[in-house]
Structures are given as structure tokens and as C-alpha cells.
């Protein structure tokens, strides 16, 4: 705490109110730093006289309490006593981060139900936010931080309501105060949901790949009429007097069905639909109206027809669920942490047709997952959604990350890529990809600083893209992996900043 009030002193931050704290935020480094102290200047708040702020010390971060006076607090930690100077000082713990959310509410994930255009930004490392959210602030878009699906979350070993605290002291280091949302992604079960919620996760995107039945889309006519005339009378009358040689008209498109399509489409989807409608009950009960929920039917192999969007759209309609976002899997490869594989004028049209149907049923947003470097497609995906969009961007801030090991610490560069080739079979049972490794040159051939180089080669990015599991649970990586991090705590953000914005700027997205 010594070299602390060193610092606070220095910098005249004792005794002043929040006027002045907040003019001392603007402009400058973003930190205070000292002795191996560094005080994050953004943080800095007042609550009932005493100063609140976060800062790192020896390595070390934590929340950190000053007050003249003896400090009364419900968080949990360590006093202490400076030249008549009170510290109180408290480890980011989740109970000490629910603390946090009742003393400075912005720092809690909220519902982004009304919010026109979000972006979902993946934190693997539970480091990348602040960089995210420099990017976020120059645009009018609201971030989702805390986003991770259970496939992640397994080969990460975080747990949900660290991800949670992890954007929550990360919101607070750089005082953002517009808003953040929560995604428990990638959700197939309610006992799984309520794991998320329980962590405070606002946002809920229900996978309904497990309880879908893609097989009907390639059956023969024959097949789907035997199957068809298995079902309940009612549903098979409601279906087909509903949609069958119906036309329906959109504001740039139409879509009809024949009675064989209906068929497909009930055999395909009625069970996801009478679960999405439980999941949504659910939730109410739960959460009141202070929920997201986001349907992703993305995770298959063939590309949703505009006809199955329809299809579903408008059965969720009929049950009265109002979703708040929905992804289709579109036409193309939306492949891990590289650009749009396929004809771009080809997504343009189907696209087009997905966001009409999206704006006459319920008006919710497109989702786009796997959304992160797509950029050839962002022009459109901005136009043709007028930005009533959530884009999902996952692990390319870990290639970020990457990217300053690469540039920062060549040996650990090196050591990485090695790892990879070696995690890279057990990672493609997870992640699909068409990354061909005897395209990558091998690290031998290529000088120290050379090495970002790979971090913009589509193969090398697939490569470590996916493989981050064994990676980050490897001891010749994982912990120096994190002390260069930390060291390099700046250039990382700005890394990540300069990516995110590159999304934001491509798709159009009005600045703030
Ligand atoms: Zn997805």
C-alpha cells in the first residue's frame, strides 16, 4: 500500500471529488503506474467518501478501498493502515465481484432486449475485455462480454461465474457505464440454463441442433409421407392449412411452400419448437421480461432455407415466444477466425431474404455466429440488417493475444506453435475446419521477427485458433503465457482494439 499512496499523493487523487477524478481520467496513459504499482485510472470512483479503484501491485490485481477515515465495506479482504491513511483491499472474487454490482451498478450484465445492434465479444482468457470495450465505446453498438459456451468453458476450466466476474472487474477497470450483456452460448439443456442464469448471464442462446431432426431435409417423398402420417392429426392439420401452397409475401422477397416442404419442416423442427416454447416459459418464470433469448439453429451442415427460417419464425410466433435474436447457419463456410469462404454476391441474396423474414416476424435481430474476421461479408451483413444485428465473435481475441506473444516473447511464440500441431488432431473432433498444416511454413525457417506473421496466414490462425485448450492447460505455456500478457497488458488491448474496430467499421456501424 505504500507505493500506492506514493502514487495517489504524486498524482494529488486523495480528497478530490468525482468531478475532478473524472477529469483526471480523461486524457494520458490509461494508468498510474510506480514501483510495481499500477493504479487503472478509469476506475476510480467515489462511494460514500471513500475512493474505489483498481490496481496492480507486485503482479497482483485487486479492488482497492482509500479513505481518510476507517472503512466501512461489505466486500471481503484486507485492511490496513498508511501514514493515517485507510486501505482496504479486496481479491476479485465472484462474491467480492456481486459486491461490486451492488455498489456500482454499471458494472453488472444487464438484459439487451431493446438494443438495436449488439456484438458479442468472447473473452477466453478473461483479459480481453478491456480492449473489446475501447473498440465498442467509439461505436453505437452494446457489447455482450461475458460470453462463453460450455464447449469453451470445458477446455478452458472457467466456470460460468468466473466469466461473469471477469467482465465485471474488467467493466469497472475501464469505467464503462453504458451497458454490457451476458450470453450463456451455445445452450442445449434447461438444467445447463439454469447454471448461466444462477451466474448472471442475461443472455441466453439456445442450440437447438440436439433436438432438431436434420435427417428429413434428404429423406425420399415416400419416407417423409410414411413419417408424416405418424403424427398427431392436429399438428399435421395446423401445418398444412397454415403453410402448404401458401405464399407469403415479405418486403423484398416471397417465399412459398409445397405440402412436401411442410412435411419436412414439421418432421424437422416441431419437437425444437414445442422445447424452445418450455425453454422460453422457463426463463419468464425466472427472469420477468429481463431475458435475451437467442434461438441458433447454426451449428449443421446444410445452410437454413429461407422456406425452414419462415417455418420457424413464425411457429415460435404462434407460441409466443419473442426471441430476441436468431441465427441461421447461411450459405457458405463461416469457418473459425478466418474471412467468408464462398460467393459473396451468393450470401448477399440469401441473406437479404433471412433479415425480411426476421423484420415480419417479431422484427428480432440476425444473429451471425462464428461472426469474428467475416469481413468480406460485413458490408452487406450492415446494410441488410440496417444494424438490427447481434454479430458473435469468439476466439479471435486469443489470436490477438497470440499476436503480442508473437511480437513480444519469441520463444514462447515458438514453444505455441509446436504445442499446436501436437493438440491439433484432438481439436478437430471439436472445431470444424479445412486448415491444410503443410501449408504452414515451419517455424525453423522464419526469423524472430517474422513470427506475427503467422497470426495473419489462414492456416497458422485455424491452427492456433482451435487448439487454444491444450494450450492454455499446457505448464510450458500457461503461465508464461499469462505473465507476458499482464506485462504487456497495453499493447495487448490496443491488439485487441484495433481488430474489434476493424468489425465495427466494416459493417457500418454509426460511431458514437
Ligand atoms: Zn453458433
Redesign the pocket.
Given at each position: 500500500m505504500v507505493q500506492l499512496l506514493k502514487i495517489l499523493k504524486e498524482k494529488g487523487v486523495l480528497g478530490i471529488d468525482q468531478a475532478s477524478l473524472d477529469r483526471k481520467k480523461k486524457g494520458g496513459a490509461s494508468v498510474y503506474e510506480g514501483d510495481g504499482a499500477r493504479i487503472y485510472k478509469r476506475s476510480m470512483y467515489l462511494r460514500g467518501g471513500v475512493l474505489h479503484f483498481l490496481a496492480r501491485i507486485d503482479g497482483v490485481k485487486s479492488l482497492i478501498l482509500v479513505s481518510q477515515e476507517p472503512i466501512d465495506t461489505e466486500f471481503i479482504g484486507q485492511r490496513s493502515e498508511v501514514e493515517g491513511v485507510y486501505f482496504f483491499s479486496a481479491e476479485l472474487t465472484v462474491e467480492n465481484s456481486r459486491v461490486l454490482h451492488r455498489t456500482f451498478p454499471f458494472s453488472e450484465p444487464i438484459s439487451l432486449r431493446e438494443k438495436r445492434t449488439t456484438i458479442g465479444c468472447g473473452d477466453r482468457l478473461g483479459l480481453a475485455t478491456p480492449g473489446q470495450l475501447r473498440a465498442v465505446a467509439r461505436y453505437d453498438v452494446y457489447p455482450v462480454f461475458a460470453q462463453q459456451s460450455v464447449r469453451e468453458l470445458t477446455l478452458t476450466g472457467r466456470t460460468f461465474p468466473e466469466v461473469v466476474k471477469d467482465a465485471t472487474f474488467l467493466v469497472f477497470q475501464e469505467g464503462f457505464e453504458r451497458g454490457y450483456g451476458a450470453d450463456g452460448d451455445?445452450l442445449k439443456s434447461i438444467a445447463d440454463i439454469d447454471t448461466a442464469l444462477e451466474a448472471g448471464m442475461r443472455m441466453i442462446t439456445l442450440d437447438l441442433t440436439d433436438v432438431m431432426k436434420p435427417e428429413p431435409a434428404s429423406w425420399s417423398p415416400e419416407m417423409v409421407e410414411s413419417e408424416f402420417e405418424k403424427l398427431d392429426d392436429n399438428v399435421a392439420q395446423h401445418a398444412l392449412s397454415k403453410y402448404s401452397k401458401k405464399i407469403f409475401k415479405l418486403a423484398g422477397s416471397t417465399i412459398n411452400f409445397d405440402e412436401l416442404e411442410v412435411k419436412r419442416c414439421v418432421l424437422m423442427y416441431w419437437h425444437a419448437l414445442e422445447f424452445t416454447k418450455e425453454v422460453d416459459q422457463h426463463l419468464k418464470d425466472k427472469r420477468g421480461d429481463q431475458y435475451d433469448l437467442e434461438v441458433?439453429i447454426?451449428?449443421t451442415t446444410a445452410p437454413t432455407l429461407p422456406s425452414h427460417h419462415l417455418f420457424i419464425a413464425s411457429e415460435l410466433q404462434l407460441r409466443g415466444v419473442a426471441v430476441n435474436s436468431l441465427?441461421p447457419r447461411f450459405i457458405g463456410e463461416f469457418q473459425k477466425g478466418i474471412d467468408y469462404i464462398g460467393k459473396v454476391a451468393e450470401f448477399d441474396e440469401q441473406f437479404k431474404v433471412h433479415c425480411d423474414i426476421s423484420r415480419a416476424y417479431g422484427n428480432y435481430k440476425v444473429s451471425v455466429?462464428?461472426g469474428s474476421d467475416k469481413f468480406s461479408v460485413y458490408p452487406s451483413v450492415g446494410k441488410y440488417t440496417e444494424h438490427r444485428l447481434h454479430l458473435?465473435t469468439a476466439g479471435t481475441s486469443w489470436l490477438e493475444a497470440l499476436r503480442v506473444v508473437a511480437q513480444t516473447n519469441a520463444p514462447l511464440f515458438r514453444t505455441i506453435l509446436k504445442k499446436a500441431y501436437e493438440y491439433f488432431p484432438e481439436a478437430t473432433k471439436l472445431y470444424q475446419v479445412t486448415t491444410d498444416l503443410s501449408a504452414i511454413r515451419p517455424a525453423s525457417e522464419v526469423e524472430d521477427q517474422a513470427l506475427p506473421d503467422y497470426l495473419d496466414d489462414n492456416n497458422a490462425r485455424q491452427l492456433l485458433h482451435i487448439t487454444y485448450g491444450g494450450l492454455l492447460n499446457d505448464s510450458d505455456v500457461r503461465e508464461e503465457f499469462f505473465r507476458t500478457l499482464n506485462e504487456r497488458e497495453e499493447e495487448h488491448y490496443a491488439a485487441v482494439e484495433r481488430h474489434i474496430g476493424k468489425h465495427l467499421e466494416l459493417l457500418g456501424v454509426p460511431a458514437k
Amino acid at each position: 500500500m505504500v507505493q500506492l499512496l506514493k502514487i495517489l499523493k504524486e498524482k494529488g487523487v486523495l480528497g478530490i471529488d468525482q468531478a475532478s477524478l473524472d477529469r483526471k481520467k480523461k486524457g494520458g496513459a490509461s494508468v498510474y503506474e510506480g514501483d510495481g504499482a499500477r493504479i487503472y485510472k478509469r476506475s476510480m470512483y467515489l462511494r460514500g467518501g471513500v475512493l474505489h479503484f483498481l490496481a496492480r501491485i507486485d503482479g497482483v490485481k485487486s479492488l482497492i478501498l482509500v479513505s481518510q477515515e476507517p472503512i466501512d465495506t461489505e466486500f471481503i479482504g484486507q485492511r490496513s493502515e498508511v501514514e493515517g491513511v485507510y486501505f482496504f483491499s479486496a481479491e476479485l472474487t465472484v462474491e467480492n465481484s456481486r459486491v461490486l454490482h451492488r455498489t456500482f451498478p454499471f458494472s453488472e450484465p444487464i438484459s439487451l432486449r431493446e438494443k438495436r445492434t449488439t456484438i458479442g465479444c468472447g473473452d477466453r482468457l478473461g483479459l480481453a475485455t478491456p480492449g473489446q470495450l475501447r473498440a465498442v465505446a467509439r461505436y453505437d453498438v452494446y457489447p455482450v462480454f461475458a460470453q462463453q459456451s460450455v464447449r469453451e468453458l470445458t477446455l478452458t476450466g472457467r466456470t460460468f461465474p468466473e466469466v461473469v466476474k471477469d467482465a465485471t472487474f474488467l467493466v469497472f477497470q475501464e469505467g464503462f457505464e453504458r451497458g454490457y450483456g451476458a450470453d450463456g452460448d451455445h445452450l442445449k439443456s434447461i438444467a445447463d440454463i439454469d447454471t448461466a442464469l444462477e451466474a448472471g448471464m442475461r443472455m441466453i442462446t439456445l442450440d437447438l441442433t440436439d433436438v432438431m431432426k436434420p435427417e428429413p431435409a434428404s429423406w425420399s417423398p415416400e419416407m417423409v409421407e410414411s413419417e408424416f402420417e405418424k403424427l398427431d392429426d392436429n399438428v399435421a392439420q395446423h401445418a398444412l392449412s397454415k403453410y402448404s401452397k401458401k405464399i407469403f409475401k415479405l418486403a423484398g422477397s416471397t417465399i412459398n411452400f409445397d405440402e412436401l416442404e411442410v412435411k419436412r419442416c414439421v418432421l424437422m423442427y416441431w419437437h425444437a419448437l414445442e422445447f424452445t416454447k418450455e425453454v422460453d416459459q422457463h426463463l419468464k418464470d425466472k427472469r420477468g421480461d429481463q431475458y435475451d433469448l437467442e434461438v441458433s439453429i447454426d451449428e449443421t451442415t446444410a445452410p437454413t432455407l429461407p422456406s425452414h427460417h419462415l417455418f420457424i419464425a413464425s411457429e415460435l410466433q404462434l407460441r409466443g415466444v419473442a426471441v430476441n435474436s436468431l441465427a441461421p447457419r447461411f450459405i457458405g463456410e463461416f469457418q473459425k477466425g478466418i474471412d467468408y469462404i464462398g460467393k459473396v454476391a451468393e450470401f448477399d441474396e440469401q441473406f437479404k431474404v433471412h433479415c425480411d423474414i426476421s423484420r415480419a416476424y417479431g422484427n428480432y435481430k440476425v444473429s451471425v455466429h462464428s461472426g469474428s474476421d467475416k469481413f468480406s461479408v460485413y458490408p452487406s451483413v450492415g446494410k441488410y440488417t440496417e444494424h438490427r444485428l447481434h454479430l458473435k465473435t469468439a476466439g479471435t481475441s486469443w489470436l490477438e493475444a497470440l499476436r503480442v506473444v508473437a511480437q513480444t516473447n519469441a520463444p514462447l511464440f515458438r514453444t505455441i506453435l509446436k504445442k499446436a500441431y501436437e493438440y491439433f488432431p484432438e481439436a478437430t473432433k471439436l472445431y470444424q475446419v479445412t486448415t491444410d498444416l503443410s501449408a504452414i511454413r515451419p517455424a525453423s525457417e522464419v526469423e524472430d521477427q517474422a513470427l506475427p506473421d503467422y497470426l495473419d496466414d489462414n492456416n497458422a490462425r485455424q491452427l492456433l485458433h482451435i487448439t487454444y485448450g491444450g494450450l492454455l492447460n499446457d505448464s510450458d505455456v500457461r503461465e508464461e503465457f499469462f505473465r507476458t500478457l499482464n506485462e504487456r497488458e497495453e499493447e495487448h488491448y490496443a491488439a485487441v482494439e484495433r481488430h474489434i474496430g476493424k468489425h465495427l467499421e466494416l459493417l457500418g456501424v454509426p460511431a458514437k
